[in-house]
């Protein structure tokens, strides 16, 4: 097979922490190996809103990384993150367009719609394939889930006062766009951009059935099967989860409110697809002398709401809450835990696919999960039996569960085992490369 030309594109990139930065570094890598002459354009600004200078190029292993300038504002506000977006996409286009002729683009979803950028580079070269890797769907995400209002305005005194106030009306402007109301008219303009772009598409790859089937339904055209769509579930390095591998658990569980109990963790963001008052009501349950401690590492907008929460369910001393660890440190904080919580609101189905499943099955964790049946994480479980699926609001469902995981050691032994064999067979780079490679060579 002749050398291909491919180009990633997401404005997120290694060293950035984000999930997504580190999947298309394991694609692009793989690509590479297998002898494609591999390019990424991705960005300079970090997940969490750390900037940072990068050189306009750079070598990533065998891969060509391409770091347009961005202005890394962070996600502080609604203004900053279009900021980020606008000047990632504009820069992503211009530079797509001074490529010669790539084979294929494979585009991610950060920013929303990035994807135009490819398809402007198709219109310029049109044997180029262009693949949507689709890990959110706009504005169907917005539109469901909705998103965090910021407070009124803020009356300033001083020499700053004007420009304040004229951030305000500016991002009191931008708002309509960032929250598009369903049958509004940037909710219908958005949505006509999708079906425009999905008429273009050569494959769509999703992160499970719900995702692909959504996106077929809303945008593509099924009497004319376009596009073609995969379902390729998201993934962890299998090196870096070695089976049987000793590892020292965090010290965090030093903690007088985590030692000697059976933790419950929950690693990652909580964000607007989560809800926690399924979690809050169980934890309220099982009082100080069940000697269960629900651990939360990790962050995001449904944070102090969480902290909220326990506390009215009387249950602020068993929910403890830490902020983000170093991706470096969590086999460690996993190594603690004794089973893994994941929930997903009900609304989220097929906009959301939970990543911090693929991690906490490389560490045998038994998966307690709480939302839709459908996701991912409820496909995992039913395929492998490597944990429990529940749906929102059965407390009771909960409570038994994390009690039978406490006190049965066999059982939870049993789905410690399945849960390392569900990452070995399909939630790890060597089970989800090789099918990237059947979409590519097809």
Known sequence: MSRRRITLVNQFFPPSAAPTAHLAASLAEHLAERGDVVTVIGGRSGYLGSGGRSRHRRRHGEVRVICLWTSALGKGSIVRRLF???????GA???LALLRRQDVVISLTTPPFVVVSALAHKALHRRTRVLLWSMDCYPDVIENLGSRTEGGPVVHVGPESRRQRAVARLRDALRPIASPRRGGP???????LNRAVFARLDHLVALDEAMRYLLLAGYGSPDRQRPAASVI???ERAEDHSAGAEIVPWGGYA????RDRFVVLYLGNLGYGHHVETVTAAAGRLGPDERVAWLFVGGGVRWEQLEGQAASEGAGDRVVQREYVDKSETPAVMAGADCALIVLADEALGLMSPS???ANLAAGLPIVYIGPAGSNVDEAITRFACGVS????????LVATVCRLRDDDGWRAELSANARRAFDEAYSDRAALP???EVLDA
Do not use: I
């Open 84 to 90: 980020d977006y606008v000047s990632f996409l504009v």
């Open 93 to 95: 286009t211009v530079r």
């Open 186 to 192: 940037m909710s219908v303009a958005l949505r006509g």
């Open 233 to 235: 579930p998201n993934w």
């Open 255 to 258: 903690d007088d409110a985590l």
């Open 356 to 358: 911090k499943l693929h």
């Open 390 to 397: 529940l749906r929102t609001g059965d407390v009771d469902g």
């Open 435 to 437: 099918q990237w490679d």
